[in-house]
């Protein structure tokens, strides 16, 4: 069933109206619609926004619905990447249970499109992409799942990584990942040679993980941006994190953030608890197109998060010091329709022929809701009810 009327909502906190969806797109919006023999939701006055997109996250990782684990470490990334390496196994991680766990909380709470990285490394070689092929397969309708092959353990540092991305390509991965090309790889030429490669084998996209701060994540970065013009790849290319914009020298990263822009480089930011991370405000004021997500959620990593990305919004809300309502409209932007168009998914909001893809939330405005803890109303993809008040809606599937 794809077609649905919505009646009493507010599209983007406007005045109530109705909302027609026909063969899972948006087909009219007025009031009073007279409609016949259309199933009909009564959304009770809540908003009605575009779905929550989250545009960074590891469904593989998330320890979601099993015991507390007690494991966690300090140390730099290394360590954290060796403790998980060192976990995964006896812990009994099994990908596609934990991936379908999160998954379904994620659309739970309103999010129609997830890019998630998968670890492609020499322990796991290609298992746990195949769990995640089985979850977006499981999930088809529910919500659309682009999968990064991401080199976790490095690339260049780990012969034979780079064959195994070449294979997660062929298998059905979205997206070729990398890892901190300089400080992870120690060789960045070779390394993002190897990933722009990659991408021009397979004709898909890239998603950069760059933790590298200061003039090293600078360099980097340029490296980057010079590869993408060179391989006519505007709009193809991605870096998540991006810590170096976040280096307080306005002289240095005003620049960064115009070439980042011209060459139309898609940032993935997360507010990440341990770094400073690059302004939101600024990025999207310099015309970066920039998704968010909710990066590792209860994993080896760390103990914080939840599978949702309006929580997300307020953590990143916080580390970017936001306190205006058009702050939070910005964020909320971000987190729904502005994510989606980084991610380069269909993002134009909810108007007449875009897809019927859409979440009430609740609140008086948008940045209301931004802030307000409270399950969403209304969960819409592709015009289908997948959930309703914060319970998922979607026969045949149960949380595992
Ligand atoms: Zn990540």
């Known amino acids: 069933m794809t077609d649905l009327l919505l009646r009493n909502i507010r599209v983007m906190a406007h005045a109530a109206t109705d909302l027609l969806i026909r063969d899972g797109r948006i087909a009219a919006i007025g009031p009073n619609l007279a409609v016949d023999g259309v199933a009909v939701e009564d959304g009770q006055g809540a908003i009605a926004i575009p779905a929550l997109v989250d545009a960074h996250t590891h469904l ?16 730099d990334l290394q360590d954290l990447i060796d403790n998980e390496r060192n976990e995964r196994i006896p812990l009994g991680l099994d990908v596609h249970r934990q991936s379908m766990r999160h998954a379904l909380q994620l659309i739970a709470n309103g999010t129609g499109h997830i890019r998630s990285h998968v670890d492609v490394d020499h322990d796991h070689k290609l298992t746990l992409l195949e769990g995640k092929l089985r979850t977006r397969e499981a999930l088809r309708g529910a919500v659309d799942l682009q999968i990064v092959a991401f080199p976790q353990s490095g690339l260049m540092i780990r012969p034979g990584v780079y064959e195994l991305l070449d294979e997660a390509l062929a298998m059905g991965a979205d997206i070729v990942g990398g890892l901190d090309p300089s400080s992870m790889d120690r060789d960045p030429k070779a390394s993002l ?42 709009g193809k290319v991605g870096v998540s994190h991006c810590f170096c914009l976040g280096t307080p020298d306005p002289h240095r990263v005003g620049p960064l953030m115009e070439a980042v822009a011209r060459e139309d480089i898609r940032i993935f930011t997360t507010g990440h608890p341990s770094a400073e991370v690059p302004s939101l405000q600024d990025m ?13 959620i209860r994993d080896t990593w760390g103990p914080w998060g939840q599978p949702d990305m309006l929580h997300r919004a307020r953590i990143v809300g916080m580390k970017n010091r936001m306190r205006r309502d058009d702050e939070l409209e910005l964020l909320l932007d971000t987190a729904s329709r502005g994510g989606a168009d980084a991610m380069g998914v269909e993002a134009l909001g ?32 592709g015009g289908r009810v997948v959930a309703r008040n914060g319970a998922l809606a979607l026969p045949g599937i149960t949380m595992p």
């Open 284 to 296: 999207r004021a310099a015309g970066i197109k920039v998704g968010m997500g909710c990066d590792g």
């Open 60 to 75: 593989d990782k998330t320890t979601w619905g099993m015991g507390w684990y007690t494991g966690r470490k300090g140390g």
């Open 350 to 381: 909810l108007v007449v022929g875009a897809v019927a893809d859409l979440t009430l939330v609740a609140g008086e405005t948008l940045a209301h809701a931004v802030v307000e803890e409270v399950a969403r109303p209304l969960v819409v993809k």
């Open 193 to 234: 040679d190897a990933i722009f490669r990659l991408a021009e084998k397979h004709g898909k996209p890239i998603d950069i993980h760059l933790h590298e701060y200061g003039e090293l994540g600078a360099f980097t970065l340029e490296e980057i941006i010079t590869r993408t013009r060179a391989h006519g790849m505007q």
